[in-house]
């Protein structure tokens, strides 16, 4: 059975950077669409990030456009999120997700991660 475990998440001030893990298990992330999406107290699930099955094209969404960066590595069947620049609307629990489909979109996604807590305050 599939499995995602995320981590990565923490406390940073404003400005600051982290890097998002997800390792699969009885998955290969090569062949499938991945998302990083993500839940504030309160909120919708959101989209953040995506991966295409086929050629690994990234998508993003505006809010963190320029700022996030996605990332397969095939060899460690590890997915990343490098997020720079980062700001008190991007606190909330990250999830990484498969999307069945060619492309990653939070619609197709059937299989998700326990999150991991990313906070920003000052």
């Known amino acids: 059975q599939a499995e995602l475990v995320e981590s990565g998440g923490g406390l940073v001030q404003p400005g600051g950077s982290l890097r998002l893990s997800c390792v699969g298990f009885g998955i290969s992330l090569k062949n499938h669409a991945m998302v990083w999406f993500r839940q504030a107290p309160g909120k919708e699930r959101e989209f953040v990030a995506g991966?295409?099955?086929?050629?690994?094209?990234?998508t993003y969404a505006d809010s963190v456009k320029d700022r996030f960066t996605i990332s397969r590595d095939n060899a460690d069947n590890t997915l990343y999120l490098q997020m720079t620049s980062l700001k008190f609307e991007d606190t909330a629990l990250y999830y990484c997700g498969r999307s069945r489909g060619p492309m990653p979109t939070m619609t197709n996604v059937d299989s998700w991660g326990q999150g991991t807590q990313v906070t920003v305050f000052s």
């Open positions: 991966v295409s099955r086929i050629g690994g094209i990234p």
